[in-house]
């Protein structure tokens, strides 16, 4: 970027996406603003898992050292049914890594305030226009070079510009929870038990239900409980602890602590945009391509595709900025549509219970470099 007066982005949206495109702008040399309509600055749900191509994001972005500082790198991504296992895969050659929302929400943020953003909390974006304008809730507009609408799968700035797209929904979805590890209670229980693993519990009795279970430090776990959303027991919250408990005796003491939580039951769905751009404005994550989980790259997509933005405006001129956002979603958005396909059929197959799932097409976004700015070239053409 070569202009004397910094250019400028408004953001609607400070989750992974908005704080990734936000911070990667500024270390550019951009203004950014960016709008979060809650009046708290805070991460919504409990773990996440992290792939290569997001962590080689947090890598550029400079805070892969804050990261670590709190995450895992579990040993095994163990599969079992019906508490047999399945299958124990090592990822070799596949990087990864474990942490809370909260923790990963905490580092953007800092970085992105480091690199000069200002965040503000209770503002609420309504719209925007394909000339760089957006509009607020409390009535006053702003203007900008560039605008990211990072607002979620109910994205306003998505829905203002008119842009068609489909939604599908999907048979499953997921109750998600941050509990203490109680690794003494689990390996009283199970003793032969790697419990540093993340282990995904099926069971192919008649109703279906699964735990996700993700250690993501020493002291916290993320459980993810699935039920499909026709089963009233399974998809309630707080949850049925009888019945999970039932199922799966060998949880009973993190299980305890999730029925103590309120709880979310979130349907899977994946939603696909007839464009991600109009003008000025770009859409990314959720408000431009939901997912359903079962790869963890929902937030990692978001991440992958914020910062290739970042990276393709700043190469531009301020008059060839719609072009530029063109150029880039034609470029970047086929992988992120086969991840979502791939997401998707995991989740209406479940077969994922099958175990010995990381390799070939579903790794393929694991082990995409955003960063390499050969990464077009012929390996990934
Ligand atoms: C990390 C992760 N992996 C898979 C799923 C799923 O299939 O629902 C959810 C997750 O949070």
Redesign the pocket.
């Known amino acids: 970027m070569t202009d004397s007066v910094a250019r400028t982005a408004e953001i609607a949206g400070a989750g992974f996406a908005g704080l990734t495109a936000a911070t990667a702008l500024a270390q550019r040399g951009w203004r950014v603003r960016v709008h979060e309509r809650g009046e708290q600055l805070r991460a919504e749900g409990a ?3 992290l792939w290569g191509n997001s962590l080689r994001v947090l890598d550029d972005l400079g805070v892969t050292p804050d990261l670590r500082a709190n995450a895992m790198v579990p040993p095994h991504y163990e599969t079992r049914m019906n508490n047999r296992i399945v299958s124990q895969e090592a990822l070799e050659g596949i990087r990864w890594s ?1 942490q809370t929302r909260p923790h990963l929400f905490q580092v953007l943020l800092t970085a992105a305030r480091e690199a000069g953003v200002e965040v503000i909390a209770g503002s609420t974006v309504t719209g925007a226009t394909p000339d760089g304008t957006v509009t607020f809730g409390d009535g006053s507009r702003a203007t900008a070079d560039l605008v990211i609408g990072a607002d979620g799968v109910g994205s306003a700035v998505r829905d203002s510009l008119g842009i068609p797209f489909a939604r599908e929904r999907a048979r ?1 979805g ?1 109750t ?1 929870f941050l509990v203490p590890r109680r690794k003494d209670e689990l390996a009283a229980l199970e003793p032969d038990t790697d419990w540093d693993n ?1 282990i ?1 519990f099926w069971n192919d009795d008649e109703i279906g239900l ?1 735990v ?1 279970y ?1 250690p993501c430090n020493d002291d916290e776990l ?1 459980i ?1 409980l ?1 039920a499909a959303a026709a089963d009233p027991r399974g998809s309630r919250v707080p949850i049925d602890l009888d019945l999970w408990t039932s199922t799966f005796p060998q949880l009973a003491p993190v299980l305890k602590d999730a029925a103590a939580i309120a709880g979310k039951y979130y349907g ?1 769905q994946t939603s696909r945009l007839d464009h991600w751009t109009r003008g000025r404005v770009a859409v990314i994550g959720d408000a431009a391509h939901a997912m ?5 790259q929902g937030a990692g997509c978001a991440m992958t595709n914020a910062f290739t933005l970042a990276e393709a405006v700043t190469a531009a001129s301020v008059d060839g900025l719609p072009e530029a956002l063109e150029e880039w979603e034609r470029v970047e958005r086929p992988l992120t549509d086969r991840t979502q396909t791939r ?1 998707q059929w ?2 209406d197959t479940r077969s ?1 219970r099958e175990g010995g799932q990381f390799v070939d097409d579903s790794v393929e976004m694991a082990l995409y470099d955003p960063t390499d700015p050969r990464r077009h070239e012929e390996q990934y053409a």
């Open positions: 773990g996440i898992v474990t499953d997921i998600r993340v995904d699964r996700l993700t993320y993810a699935m899977y359903c989980p079962a790869l963890a997401s995991y989740a994922m």
